[in-house]
Structure formats: C-alpha cells, structure tokens
C-alpha cells in the first residue's frame, strides 16, 4: 500500500511559479510511474504530466507542455511538478497518482492517489 501526500498549493497570480511535490510513505516510489491529474470545479479530472521511475521518462497534456516540469528525487521519494508562467485555467485541485504498470493519461491506470492540493492562479 503506497500513500500520497501533496503540498505546495496556494494562491499565486498569473504569471508566477509554484512548485508541487508528491511524497509517498507506505512503500518507495521504486518501479512506480507517478502521475499528477488536475480537477476544476465542474469539469472532469485531466491528466497533466507522468514520469516514469527507471527512465524518468516523462509526458505532458499539450495545455501545459514548455510550462510545467516533472522531476523526481530517489532519495527523498518524491515527485515534483514545476509550475511556472502560471494561468487563471491553470486554477484546480492537484492530484499525484501512482501505479505499478507504466502509467499514461487515463486516471484509470493509476491505482494510489493523494488528497491533493489547491492551485489558485488569480488574473
């Protein structure tokens, strides 16, 4: 049993950067693709980026390509998700997801999720 727990949400006005992190506890991220999805009031959950964790391989939903990076940190067994030149449709609850098959953009793939956090981009 893998748990999630994210951080680093908060209010930030369009243009600006916040950095999100996924910390699991439970087991390792070792061998476990990690997701990050994002749910606006009364819209569906959208995938937003996955890395791999033996080839940090990573993909992204073309919305956010060139202004969001995912990284990881074996050490610290964590997963991050670089916000940056943010926008107010960028506003949403931030999910991590992880799975131990590769992972895509179905949120169906993933079998552990966090609680997630608040991202506010204000106009």
């Known amino acids: 049993q893998v748990q999630l727990v994210e951080s680093g949400g908060g209010l930030v006005q369009a243009g600006g950067s916040l950095r999100l992190s996924c910390a699991a506890s439970?087991?390792?991220?070792?061998?476990?693709?990690v997701g990050w999805f994002r749910q606006a009031p009364g819209k569906e959950r959208e995938f937003v980026a996955r890395?791999?964790?033996?080839?940090?391989?990573?993909v992204y939903a073309d919305s956010v390509t060139g202004r969001f990076t995912i990284s990881r940190d074996n050490a610290k067994d964590t997963v991050y998700l670089q916000m940056n030149s943010l926008k107010p449709e960028d506003t949403a609850i931030y999910y991590c997801?992880?799975?131990?098959?590769?992972?895509?953009?179905?949120?169906?793939?993933?079998?552990?999720w966090g609680q997630g956090t608040q991202v506010t981009v204000s106009s």
């Open positions: 439970g087991r390792t991220f070792v061998g476990y693709a």
């Open positions: 997801a992880t799975t131990s098959r590769r992972g895509g953009r179905q949120a169906g793939e993933y079998d552990y």
């Open positions: 890395i791999t964790w033996t080839l940090s391989s990573a």
